[in-house]
């Protein structure tokens, strides 16, 4: 029965790591790539025959798109060149444009439509390697893959003949860059009494304040609507793995909602009312978000739509109207977060601005209330340690010592049993024709001995859920991309890069994914070998078999996974070996004793 117990224990870890690494990997198709065309403009949401006739604009709204150069985006987008389609620089150099620059960001606004179309991050490499590319964010319209943020007015149905800003209008500038300390104002007067003012800020992160105002000079008083849309031509390359969103999100009225781009693609238009809240676009570790104004009620939209057979996804908002009388003067204020999503930064953007959810950029998933004290602990370990491979090993020991009680309780019983095995397989040769008198002379074998059969599913059962947890924490957060450890490893979030089929890298040789084991995983396994060597064998000889098999088969399946929680099981195993020893080397003394 203790067997049993154990094999199934085993067997259902291997069934959800199993389970994961079928999801593991998997890529929605890549977009068709071919050129874009002028597309027609969508209602806003929320509107009606009394509400603003001028719409908030389509997805992809603009000019022509093109392809951007290779690797651009980190790995953001698929697609290639398409014909009459511009590249990134061509396009940038092509409009009069104000420079962005930050200690962490850079870029530029387009003059002609007030446009966030070109953000770059400056902290940030495509690989490991510091002299690869930045990370790309938005793209301008005519690249192949334009995603930008644009702002303005919406004017009211009784009002449809005032101007407005919209892609086509060219602001005056006051100023030559945009920095932390310096904000750009932009400027535009429509020729009907209405004078336009755009400031734009950005903080010594990621968040853009933008604040448009509007001025009415005229004799007539009219009524506005601001918005704010985020547009994204192109389906993104995903993970497509089922514990990680990647796509659009919201958070209307306290409530966090995920949509994956194919559901937009099936619903493609769904709109939501909240007081306060955010929209955006999420990549794994990248964020796209609007944040209205937290005061009032907005009306939200995700929207989907098709341009000559390319994927066009929108997020936007539309507050109410504000009433603008003759000689007086209305403001709408949103900020924009476009930039990596590190914790602690959406935590303290969160708290300071009253943004509701905002840390849920970062899919910590169902098992929030674990997954987020871990990477806070691992953060704090770091911090002290230098070194997140560290940190992990430290993690596992604070982890071993929470749940000392428990485990050496476990395995002091597993120690009985191993001790019992010659009375057990006495027992079932004497009673081998008897199952029923057998299994009662068990029980009180058991009881006698005071040994819980259930004991050898705790050490396996008890690490799951920190397992999973710690997963998540390698896998979503971007604290721990391109976090190094010691020799070959460079990025703890990717698997381990070496090979045994190669002999290490001396084979000039890429064994394919199933053939993948690296040194670390190796390790994983010998000593998970050995700790299934101190457990009681089977007396079943099909358990046996199974059991031996166990070690091997773990080794395969975690070897894809991220090294830093191979390097957690192994030192897992390892101090878990050494609490077992010990414990056998007294449970052996003591019965030599009686």
Not at 24 to 51: K, L
Not at 128 to 154: H, K, N, R
Not at 269 to 281: C, K, Y
């Amino acid at each position: 029965m203790e067997q049993r117990n154990l094999l199934i224990a085993v067997v259902l870890s291997l069934g959800i790591l199993l389970s994961f690494q079928a999801f593991y990997d998997h890529n929605y198709p890549a977009p068709t790539d071919v050129p874009s065309s002028q597309e027609t403009a969508m209602t806003v949401p929320g509107t009606s025959a009394t509400g603003p006739t001028n719409a908030v604009p389509a997805p992809g709204a603009g000019t022509n798109a093109v392809p951007a150069p290779a690797g651009v985006g980190g790995g953001l987008v698929t697609g290639g060149p398409v014909a009459g389609e511009l590249d990134r620089d061509a396009v940038l150099a092509a409009d009069a444009r104000i420079v962005i620059d930050s200690p962490r960001v850079r870029g530029s606004v387009r003059l002609k439509g007030g446009r966030l179309d070109d953000i770059a991050l400056k902290t940030y490499r495509e690989t490991t390697d510091p002299s690869s590319a930045e990370i790309v964010l938005f793209q301008p319209s005519g690249t192949a893959l334009p995603y930008y943020a644009e702002f303005g007015w919406v004017a009211g149905a009784g009002d449809a003949a005032i101007a407005v800003p919209n892609v086509d209008t060219v602001w005056q500038a006051d100023g030559g860059t945009l920095t932390p300390a310096k904000p750009l104002v932009l400027r535009w007067k429509n020729g009907q009494g209405l004078e336009f003012t755009r400031q734009i800020a950005l903080d010594d992160a990621y968040l853009f304040t933008v604040t448009d105002s509007v001025r009415n000079v005229a004799a007539a008083p009219l009524t506005l609507y601001p918005y704010g849309l985020v547009s994204r031509t192109g389906t993104p390359k995903t993970q497509n793995f089922i514990i990680l969103h990647e796509g659009l999100l919201g958070v209307f009225d306290q409530t966090l909602e995920e949509m994956d781009y194919d559901d937009l693609q099936e619903t493609p238009d769904m709109a939501r009312n909240s007081q306060g809240g955010w929209i955006g676009v999420t990549d794994k570790y990248w964020l796209a978000a609007l944040i209205p104004d937290q005061g009032v009620k907005n009306h939200y939209r995700f929207t989907h739509r098709l341009a000559a057979d390319r994927d066009k996804y929108q997020v936007d908002f539309r507050g109410d109207g504000l009433a603008l009388p003759a000689g007086g003067r209305i403001e709408a204020v949103t900020r924009l977060f476009i930039g990596a999503k590190e914790v602690r930064l959406l935590d303290g953007y969160e708290a300071n601005l009253n943004i509701p959810l905002f840390d849920r950029g970062v899919d910590f998933g169902w098992l929030y209330f674990m997954t987020k004290p871990i990477f806070y602990l691992l953060d704090y370990m770091n911090g002290l340690i230098g070194n997140f491979g560290l940190a992990i090993l430290a993690l596992t020991v604070l982890i071993k010592i929470v749940f000392f009680p428990l485990a050496n309780k476990s395995y002091r019983s597993m120690s009985k049993m191993k001790l019992l095995q010659p009375k057990v397989m006495e027992l079932r040769e004497r009673l081998k024709g008897d199952r029923q008198r057998m299994s009662q002379e068990m029980v009180e074998l058991y009881k006698s001995e005071k040994i819980s059969p259930l004991a050898g599913c705790l050490p396996v059962l008890v690490q799951l859920p920190v397992f999973f947890a710690l997963y998540k924490v390698l896998f979503v957060t971007i604290e721990m991309r391109h976090a190094p450890f010691y020799g070959w490893i460079h990025d703890l979030s990717a698997p381990d890069p070496t090979s045994l089929f190669n002999l290490f890298g001396l084979i000039s040789w890429t064994p394919p994914g199933f053939l993948h084991l690296g040194i670390w995983p190796i390790l994983m396994g010998i000593t998970m070998w050995a700790q299934f060597k101190l457990n009681p064998p089977p007396p079943d000889p099909i358990q046996a078999k199974l059991i031996q098999f166990m070690p091997l088969v773990f080794t395969f399946v975690l070897a894809n996974f991220p090294a830093g929680l191979v390097i957690y099981w192994a030192w897992n195993n390892v101090l878990s070996i050494a609490q077992q020893w010990v414990i056998l080397r007294e449970t052996t003394m003591e019965a030599a004793e009686d």
